[in-house]
């Protein structure tokens, strides 16, 4: 058999060394908590907020324990309460519907399109069918940017307030606009397997300041409120302090210290991230019943992961596929599978969201291949695979077209 790819799809670059030394100095004074600061400090946690809010272009940023963490805060920010509808992506991962549920809100699907964003038609009549629902919890799942500027207009009309899921848009943007600055609120998370490493902890943005401010009390800032640098006016908290719940979901300096170096060379790990989608991109196309998933040229993208589709394959043929690719060392997820298997879990699996039957996104999931590109890969490595994933796929389609020509 032919050569066979080596390296692990799931090993991220280590942490650079001045985040390493930055993360030393954090244990040597040992103030890890966000508010232990010593006299004319500001902490580690207070300058990544300033300085992700400068890099996004929002007015206020917010550090917190994760990126569901910063989901559920950002849902209650935005004034969703308990037994309120929240409109979000059928096509998503599990801290999304998660988030929801968890401020006892009720998700409510929308279907997906084969660009892999949410479905802007379904979206207006959910709208129409969902009064009550003022909330857009909205997914760039995978890094695929719908385009913003119609569902703007669609959720501005009627009123819905729209907060997005960046964890996998964190350095993209949308006609030039960083994503996570097109809704009310915008969200991301710098869990291991996303844009920047601190193994968990997540970002919230916004240029509003009520909302701001209650995000900042329910990250349980107690009444510390005041140490932030990236935080709204303190006139701004007077009045919501006695009214809104501490969810103790803080940032510490220790992780913060290991971000804020990842911060800046984030435009550079980007382009070697997109150097390597480009490179598994042009191995597949024109690959015979492959579809590759052609990306605007409005959207700016961070190629973190790639997609695409064996579009109305039998589960027998992904399942082979699949099969033979890793055979060679090519791991690919599959969100066609009745179970769920590891991050690629399907909505109906979500049964504490009450999901209706989604055709149009059944008909996707059913077809659609997910593969990391973590930057441990060369772009060697990344043409290597593209071969691999053509060849075993090629195979498995000549033997069925074969075999339907002679029955
Ligand atoms: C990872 C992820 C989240 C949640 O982030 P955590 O930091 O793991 O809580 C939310 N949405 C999507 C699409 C994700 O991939």
């Given amino acids: ?76 920010a935005a004034g969703v309460v308990p037994g309120d509808p929240v409109l979000t992506n059928a096509f998503t991962l599990a801290p999304v519907p998660g988030a929801i549920v968890a401020v006892g809100a009720r998700p409510v699907l929308v279907e997906t399109t084969e660009a892999l964003t949410i479905d802007l038609d379904d979206l207006s009549t959910q709208i129409a069918a969902t009064p009550a629902a003022r909330v857009l919890l909205l997914s760039h799942m995978r890094g695929h940017i719908c385009d913003m500027d119609r569902l703007m207009a669609i959720c501005d009309a009627a009123g819905v307030q729209v907060v997005e899921d960046c964890a996998h ?14 809704g009310l609120i915008g969200c991301y998370s710098t869990q291991t ?46 009045g919501l302090t006695l009214d809104t719940p501490n969810m103790s979901a803080r940032m510490d300096n220790l992780r913060a210290a290991i971000l804020r170096p990842q911060l800046v060379s984030l435009p550079e790990r980007v382009a070697a991230w997109n150097a390597r989608y480009a490179a598994v991109e042009e ?27 064996l579009r109305d394959w039998s589960a027998a043929a992904v399942r082979e596929v699949v099969a033979r690719c890793s055979a060679r060392g090519v791991e690919l997820k599959w969100f066609g599978d009745e179970t769920p298997i590891a991050f690629t879990s399907r909505y109906d699996h979500w049964r ?56």
């Fill in 193 to 238: 397997y996303k844009h920047m490493n601190s193994g968990e902890g997540g970002l919230i943005v916004s240029d509003n300041a009520p909302a701001m401010a209650r995000a900042t009390l329910l990250s349980g800032s107690y009444m510390l409120y005041d140490r932030h640098r990236a935080a709204p006016p303190q006139e701004v908290f007077n």
């Fill in 283 to 309: 191995g597949l196309r024109n690959t015979p019943g492959l579809t590759v998933i052609e990306r605007p040229e409005v959207e700016s993208i961070v190629g973190s992961s790639i997609q695409f589709l």
């Fill in 352 to 407: 504490y969201a009450t999901p209706r039957v989604l055709p149009r996104t059944d008909r996707i999931l059913a077809g659609l291949i997910d593969m990391r590109l973590p930057l441990t890969f060369s772009l060697d490595d990344c043409a290597l695979i593209a071969r691999i994933i053509r060849a075993e796929t090629s195979a498995v389609w000549q033997a069925r077209t074969a075999r339907s020509a002679s029955s």
């Fill in 1 to 76: 058999m032919s050569d066979r790819f080596e390296g692990s799809f799931t090993q991220q670059e280590p942490i650079p060394e001045d985040g390493i030394t930055a993360a030393l100095d954090v244990m040597r004074h040992g103030r890890l908590h966000r508010y232990n600061l010593a006299d004319g400090e500001a902490g580690d946690t207070a300058l990544l907020e300033e300085e992700f809010a400068a890099f996004t272009g929002a007015r206020y940023c917010l550090a917190v324990a994760s990126g569901g963490q910063a989901l559920s805060i950002a849902l209650r």
């Fill in 169 to 182: 848009t964190m350095g993209a943007a949308w006609n030039r606009i960083s994503s996570g600055r097109h």
